[in-house]
């Protein structure tokens, strides 16, 4: 079974510049994370949703962030505009919904590193 | 106070020793603990996950778990080279979101 595939590996883009980040969840998985880790901060979680529906989304820096998920195998990531402050390496994770009897594990994609110049 | 702490700084262990890293949470009410690994360059990948008190072992790694004192660590027995990588605790914050730590980083001798 594939893993959390994400899209692209590697982004640099100039500041001002927009930018998707793109992330299909594993086949089965019904809750999708969005994260985003820097040297200073941490592993920070975005936004998560479940069933397709964004449930939290007290993560995102501010309004230059967006996410959505048109369908259970599909989620966006985008900023616009971009800083330089948003470089970072930002993960997309999966697992079961909870209370659907599913592992509550957490799977993580492979990531896309950031770099706004 | 942070919700997840891991104050240890790099940790190095001779090759065969044991590695043990510790982890303390703020919210009491927490209830399911994961043990993340992230090499280099690459993605967290989930290694241990506990729920109740005491110890979890599988492999190498064992887990233990003491809500009564909040914490979390994780054992490594018979450390390899390929041990060598950031450990990230994490803890199901109760809203199905998890909390990580800042990781320790682990670097086996041979």
């Known amino acids: 079974d594939a893993g959390v595939i994400q899209s692209p590996r590697h982004e640099v883009t100039e500041m001002g510049q927009e930018v998707t980040l793109r992330c299909k969840p594993i086949?089965?998985?019904?809750?999708l994370f969005w994260y985003r880790q820097t040297m200073m901060r941490g592993l920070e979680l975005l936004i998560y949703?479940?069933?397709?529906?964004?449930?939290?989304d007290s993560g995102m820096p501010e309004d230059r962030f967006s996410a959505k998920m048109p369908n259970a195998s599909f989620s966006t990531l985008k900023i616009q505009p971009s800083e330089p402050r948003d470089s970072a390496v930002y993960f997309c994770?999966?697992?079961?919904?909870?209370?659907?009897?599913?592992?509550?594990?957490?799977?993580f994609g492979p990531g896309t590193r950031l770099t706004v110049t | 106070q942070k919700e997840v702490e891991q104050n240890s700084g790099p940790l190095s262990v001779p090759e065969g020793a044991i590695a043990s890293l510790n982890c303390t949470y703020s919210?009491?009410?927490?209830?399911?603990f994961f043990w993340y690994r992230q090499y280099s360059g690459k993605s967290p990948e989930l290694i241990m996950s506990?729920?109740?008190?005491g110890d979890k072992e599988d492999g190498r790694f064992t887990a233990q778990l003491n809500k009564a004192s909040q914490y979390v660590s994780l054992l490594i027995r018979d450390s390899q080279p390929s041990d060598s990588a950031t450990y990230l605790c994490?803890?199901?914050?109760?809203?199905?979101?998890?909390?990580f730590g800042k990781g320790n980083q682990v670097v086996v001798i041979p």
């Open positions: 086949s089965g998985h019904n809750s």
């Open positions: 506990i729920y109740s008190n």
């Open positions: 949703f479940n069933n397709n529906v964004p449930i939290d």
């Open positions: 994490a803890v199901n914050r109760g809203n199905n979101r998890l909390a």
């Open positions: 994770a999966s697992r079961h919904k909870p209370g659907t009897g599913g592992p509550i594990e957490q799977y």
């Open positions: 919210d009491r009410g927490s209830q399911s």
